[in-house]
């Protein structure tokens, strides 16, 4: 197969993790017999440095006339410090979602056997945890019309939503469903919020359609509660936009370090594949970001193209390393760590 990946490394971090999921990605590649055609394009900061734009319409197009997107991280201090900025790193990304049609999320967390004693949380309560969140990602507050009014003393972010957006996700939330344990859990705060009130009837709606899925309904602050207490009893759930951001970072330790998780964007052409972590910027240039999440990205990147055999190659040489100890320090707990660079070469030379 002949892949056109755009690669969209961004700001901090994003190009040295990028660089070894690509590492491992030509090794793979290689191994099946595939060629990938990389095209490098700005985005983030690193974008509005050049051109003065987060997501220009050079990068869209390199985008939209790719297979897929891999994408690295955004974001830089200068920016996240000065609340008076027009133009920041996130309009990018933002950008990006909206003009490709990303409007779904999906965040797996699940565990490695060799990192339980890493997580936060005791053994017993996360062994087994495998959750996938689908987070809708084009509307909602962040998209809601915002702005102040009263001289600048009162300011409003809007939250809004259509029918036609719930049932969307929710579509891909029961089949992915029925690809797994048949468990929808719908996370909203529909005691409180109009939302909220319209997700749930749209969900309610649709379970006729997948009689074998086991649905629940439950408020967002009582699964924020229970995926510290019982993260194994989740297996898919669908949530709003900004209720998806929040959950799905708390989620991310799970595992023992927000470095290992990765995520794909997905609409009806095209999907972007990228960690759930930032930019980083206290550790751009020192080599020391766990470049697996975004190792494990690119294995999303290759099972979304059928390509199973592939993906399962990248996960499998993950899990040694990991069990090997070849870790950054983020992991090493003490022992040797490894480098960014050095961690990349090892998985793509034992593909």
């Given at each position: ?68 997107v891999l994408f690295g991280a955004i974001g ?11 133009v920041r790193p996130e309009q990018g990304l ?258």
């Open positions: 197969m002949k892949l056109n990946i755009a690669l969209l490394a961004g700001d901090g971090i994003g190009p040295e993790v990028i660089d070894q999921a690509v590492k491992v990605s030509d090794a793979v590649a290689k191994k099946f017999g595939h060629e990938i055609n990389w095209k490098p394009a700005l985005t983030g900061a690193a974008a509005i440095d050049a051109v003065g734009e987060p997501y220009p319409d050079e990068t869209h197009e390199i985008c939209k006339s790719s297979d897929a830089h201090p200068r920016f996240d410090n000065d609340p008076s900025a027009k933002l950008k990006m979602r909206k003009a490709l049609g990303l409007f779904a999320n999906v965040r797996p967390t699940f565990t490695f056997p060799s990192l339980l004693d890493k997580s936060p949380l005791k053994q017993e309560r996360i062994e087994g945890t495998d959750l996938v969140f689908l987070r809708e990602l084009t509307g909602g507050i962040y998209f809601g019309e915002k702005g102040r009014r009263d001289k600048g003393e009162t300011a409003f972010d809007n939250c809004v939503y259509t029918r036609s957006e719930v049932q969307r996700l929710a579509k891909k939330g029961f089949e992915l469903a029925m690809t797994r344990g048949k468990k929808l859990c719908c996370v909203d705060k529909a005691n409180v919020l109009e939302t909220s009130r319209l997700w749930r009837e749209t969900v309610q709606a649709m379970e006729k359609d997948y009689p074998e899925v086991e649905v629940s309904y439950e408020f967002v602050d009582a699964v924020a509660m229970r995926l510290v207490q019982w993260p194994n009893s989740y297996d898919v759930l669908i949530t709003e936009n900004l209720f998806g951001d929040i959950l799905t970072d708390e989620a991310s330790v799970i595992s023992g370090s927000m470095g290992l998780m990765p995520s794909a964007s997905l609409g009806s052409d095209i999907g972007l594949f990228e960690p759930i972590h930032g930019s980083y910027p206290q550790a751009t240039g020192l080599n020391i970001a766990n470049p697996m999440a975004t190792v494990l990205s690119a294995a999303m990147m290759f099972e979304n193209f059928g390509l199973q055999e592939e993906g399962k190659a990248i996960r499998n040489v993950v899990n040694e390393a990991l069990s090997k100890g070849i870790v950054t320090e983020d992991l090493a707990d003490g022992g040797k760590a490894y480098g960014t660079k050095e961690v990349g070469d090892w998985l793509a030379e034992n593909i």
